[in-house]
């Protein structure tokens, strides 16, 4: 039975039970689905709230993503922030199979329990490999993503019995198994071969769903959005810890507790540029939408379009640490790229984000991120302090703007207004 079906079966069984009304309608949308257990081999409850085990797995995902800005703040080249941004794309990616995998199968489980904690481990090596990826780690950092990958793999097929998606995980296995085989030869290359093969072994991988689809599978939507949502906040979370990286071993004078205090205001505004209207927006679309077109969702805006924001914090991360760390002096080019640039990423996925979902676009955070652009030149002129303030007043003035200008609309979307109201 497709997902449409299934909805169409429960929808009758409600309309059984009670008359069609408003309340009777939000219960429905409310209550816990549960898939039988001749599909699938056991009980899986499709619209829970996160579980304690996926937050305990994303910890290792929270030192990766202190690995990378590691990474790149040790060659601040272009370069540098080349290969960061691969390892975190292979990260990612990594990271994303596993929240489709648990938004599927019942953590409750022992033995999925302890595959995925096989899983936890093989993530973290490949995290303490993130500085060397290129290097002398290089080899130890594939085997390891491989390995995370194929045991997703595995840990989906082991945990189905459903037709429909055996068909899908066989058809994404097609990419999922030579993509990080690929990346074990890389290790073994060094210079422009082996960043070659590291894109062409990301592109194989990152192409499954798209060139095969992702039919057969099922999502909740409101366990998918804040799956999603909580991994952005870690990513923000990466820019405050790359305030207290950035301060070791320097005198906290007025100007680095500025730097700080700037630091955490540009977060802030970044967390409130997605929480207060678009991801309320964006999962109240997703819960509407059935069948394969709430599968494409999943997979385009937030397999797909969460990585360029991810990117683009991970970035303003490595800003805010040079930043600190020599507050009065100008930024160099990259790190004044990274810290405004990263800003401009953020709200181009935004705008990325917006269109998918509504169709529309968001032409302040399009002016909002030419701006950002436009300031990286004045940034390598004036000292890295006051360029962070031009990226957290820059942020901070489109949350004013949005605020008042929108203030209503917000304020019914929030209420649980309709869709048309949001203002991202």
């Known amino acids: 039975m497709s997902a449409s079906e299934t909805d169409r079966a429960g929808s009758r069984s409600a309309e059984a039970r009670r008359p069609v009304a408003a309340a009777g309608a939000q219960a429905a949308a409310s209550r816990t689905e549960t898939v039988d257990a001749s599909r699938l081999g056991r009980r899986v409850r499709l619209d829970e709230r996160v579980s304690p085990l996926e937050l305990f797995f994303d910890l290792v995902f929270v030192f990766a993503l202190t690995q990378v800005t590691a990474l790149m703040a040790e060659e601040p080249t272009w370069e540098g922030v080349a290969k ?17 995998l648990t938004n599927y199968i019942n953590t ?40 995370v990958r194929w045991l997703h793999i595995f840990i989906f097929a082991e945990a189905n019995e459903n037709v429909d998606t055996a068909a899908a995980i066989r058809r994404l296995s097609r990419t999922a198994l030579p993509g990080p085989a690929l990346l074990i030869v890389a290790g073994f290359l060094e210079g422009t071969a082996q960043g070659v093969l590291w894109i062409v072994a990301l592109a194989i991988d990152y192409s499954g769903p ?33 305030i207290g990286v950035g301060a070791q071993g320097i005198e906290l004078g007025a100007a680095v507790v500025s730097a700080a205090v700037l630091g955490v205001a540009l977060a802030a505004a970044l967390w409130w540029a997605y929480f207060d209207v678009v991801a309320i927006a964006a999962e109240r679309r997703f819960s509407g939408a059935t069948g394969e077109e709430r599968i494409l969702m999943a997979r385009d805006s937030y397999s797909y379009l969460h990585l360029p924001m991810i990117a683009g914090i991970i970035l303003v991360a490595l800003g805010v640490k040079k930043t600190i760390g020599d507050v009065d002096e100008p930024l160099k080019t ?45 940034a390598t002129q004036v000292d890295a302090l006051a360029a962070l303030a031009l990226a957290a007043t820059v942020a901070a003035g489109l949350i004013a703007y949005e605020a008042i200008r929108y203030g209503e609309e917000r304020a019914g979307l929030q209420r649980g207004g309709v869709e048309e109201a949001a203002g991202g």
């Open 334 to 378: 990259v790190p004044a790229a990274a810290l405004l640039g990263g800003v401009a990423l953020y709200y181009a996925a935004h705008v990325a984000f917006r269109l998918r979902n509504m169709g529309t676009v968001s032409r302040r955070r399009v002016v909002a991120a030419v701006i950002c652009l436009a300031l990286i030149p004045v």
């Open 84 to 100: 960061g941004m691969l390892v975190l794309a292979a990260l990612w990616w990594a990271w994303g199979a596993y929240a489709w």
């Open 108 to 147: 409750d489980e022992t033995r999925e329990r302890l595959l995925l904690f096989a899983s936890m481990a093989a993530m973290l090596v490949a995290a303490l490999a993130v500085p060397h990826a290129f290097t002398d780690d290089g080899v130890l950092f594939a085997c390891a993503y491989a390995l």
């Open 210 to 242: 798209f060139i095969f689809g992702v039919r057969g599978f099922r999502v909740s939507a409101a366990h998918f959005a804040e799956r999603f949502g909580l991994i952005l906040i870690i990513a923000l979370g990466e820019s405050i810890v790359a």
